[in-house]
């Protein structure tokens, strides 16, 4: 009895558990991306510094290593080198009016993507949606605001889910986008899109409403993520950094 006892549990530790630990996903605070937004935006506003900049991207990608986005790491420190070398080859070929000049400046408008695109990623695909709501109520932020940025992180992966869908009903019924024909295409396409958009609309507003948005008490949490120290440690370590640069001039 003992025995079939001991293997009923054996059973159930190995179903709750994966069978590899080191495949587990790590999670983070929302504060520690959210504050390195901040940060690094205030800074890059008083301050062209290419150093933090730099330091910055290594910083979101050493926070996309620990949480084991390995697609992700990988797809932007390649678009990174890219566009490093991208700026290179022009910076030495541009002279006043050519064409180098021109795709410089081209190419100066997807950095804003490159740069905060790793911590984007951590706050749109890794961070639950209740946990970033919760920690920015704790901050006293207004209400408005934060259901126009809940309604924002809903609504983005559910149109994506959403599109992939009029894709596929796309190639079932044979229909090929062609800017050959661009006001026919833009007729297939726009039509299942406002209709999608106005039933995820519905869908959101039935989902808040369920969940109590109109509650004018303070919203709870089912999550128990708290800041970890070494959370702390980094983002205390990112602004003394930050000081640093700024005091230095760099």
Known sequence: MLAAKEANLELIKATVQPAFPW??????????????????????????????????????????????????????????LSYLSLIVFLQARA???????????????????????????????????????????????????????????R???????????????????????????PLISWGYLIMPVLLRLEAISLELSAAAISRGIENPQPRTSYSLNSLKPWELIFMLFVFTVLIILAVSGS
């Open 95 to 153: 002279e006043p009016g050519n064409y180098a000049q021109i795709a410089l400046m081209a190419i100066f408008i997807i950095f804003p993507i490159l740069c905060f695109g790793p911590l984007g990623s951590i706050v749109l695909l890794d961070t639950p949606v209740p946990d970033i709501l919760y920690f920015l109520q704790k901050l006293r932020l207004p209400r408005r605001f934060i259901l126009a940025l809940a309604i924002i992180l």
């Open 23 to 80: 495949s587990q996903r790590a999670k983070i605070h929302p504060a520690l991306p959210l504050s390195l937004q901040a940060f690094f935006s205030v800074y890059l506003f008083f301050y062209n510094s290419p150093t933090a900049i730099a330091f910055f991207v290594i910083c979101s990608l050493a926070l996309l290593a620990y949480l084991r986005r390995w697609r992700r790491l990988i797809l932007f420190i390649v678009a990174n």
């Open 155 to 181: 609504f983005l992966p559910t149109y994506s889910s959403e599109a992939r869908l009029i894709r596929q009903s796309f190639k079932i019924r044979g229909i090929q986008l062609s800017l050959k024909r």
